[in-house]
């Protein structure tokens, strides 16, 4: 990646997705791309990696936790693992790469969720800021690392350092058709985007869940229910004058200073 004839930062993040699909973009390569990459984001930004495609791994016995020391040189996202803010993967990903062993029954609910969050918190343990687990109907796991990691990245919420929370999954009406292709796609943007605003301190209302109340993050609080999820992102409310506002509109109204400086006052 040569990032020499961008001297200034352009964009507020980077998002990478299926690294296991990609075998030239692999190892230290991902390593750079993330290194190199992070140089052209405002405030360092925000790096996102998406997993897919994740292979099956020989374990030394079933059932065990990967090592901390042979998940850190993992072949295609070892590395990397120290550059990424947020990654995401699904239950079944999450298996494969560290060997915890989900009973999945009526019973184990909450050894399940033990379990997860054991083997999220290797990925924790590898420098990655925060590690998302999706769950398909049982919802997902958020898991977020120290004050001082997040001190790392500035464009992350601080609010959410040594917070973690498992959110159940939001209930459609019945009958309702279902595809979920791209279902990860659209939570791990939502995740990036609801961390791009909440470092803001920006909160805006939902239209699928009016009920829930609006309240100003600061960076001191450490409840659980400080990281927002795809699920509880709030989107579609309103300015103090009234006007509706967007991610996009925060967004600009955040870095409209240094995009001026950078269009030279170009309007168009």
Request: with cysteine.
């Amino acid at each position: 990646v040569d990032t020499s004839a961008m001297s200034t930062p352009l964009y507020g993040a980077l998002l990478f997705g299926y690294p296991h699909l990609m075998p030239l973009i692999q190892g230290q390569a991902l390593a750079r791309l993330f290194h190199e990459g992070r140089k052209v984001l405002l405030n360092r930004g925000i790096i996102a990696l998406d997993l897919n495609g994740v292979p099956e791994i020989s374990l030394v016995r079933a059932g065990a936790l990967r090592s901390l020391n042979d998940l850190r040189h993992d072949r295609v996202i070892g590395p990397a693992l120290q550059h990424v803010d947020i990654l995401h993967m699904n239950e079944d990903e999450l298996v494969l790469l560290t060997g915890c062993n989900i009973l999945d029954t009526k019973d184990s609910e909450d050894e399940d969720e033990f379990t997860i969050a054991k083997a999220a918190d290797l990925f924790l343990q590898c420098g990655v800021a925060i590690v998302a687990v999706t769950r398909g109907r049982k919802g997902s796991y958020v898991a977020c690392n120290t004050a001082e990691r997040f001190g790392q990245t500035p464009a992350l919420p601080s609010s959410w350092a040594n917070c973690s929370v498992h959110m159940p999954a939001t209930a459609l009406p019945e009958g309702t058709q279902l595809n979920t292709n791209g279902a990860g796609d659209a939570y791990t943007s939502g995740l990036l985007v609801a961390s791009m605003l909440r470092h803001t301190g920006k909160v805006i209302t939902s239209n699928l869940n009016k009920s829930t109340e609006s309240q100003t993050e600061t960076s001191d609080r450490k409840d659980n229910s400080a990281v927002s999820t795809a699920n509880s992102m709030k989107i579609g409310g309103s300015s103090s004058t009234g006007k509706k506002m967007t991610p996009y509109a925060l967004y600009m109204r955040e870095n409209f200073v240094t995009l001026k400086q950078q269009c030279k006052n170009d309007k168009k």
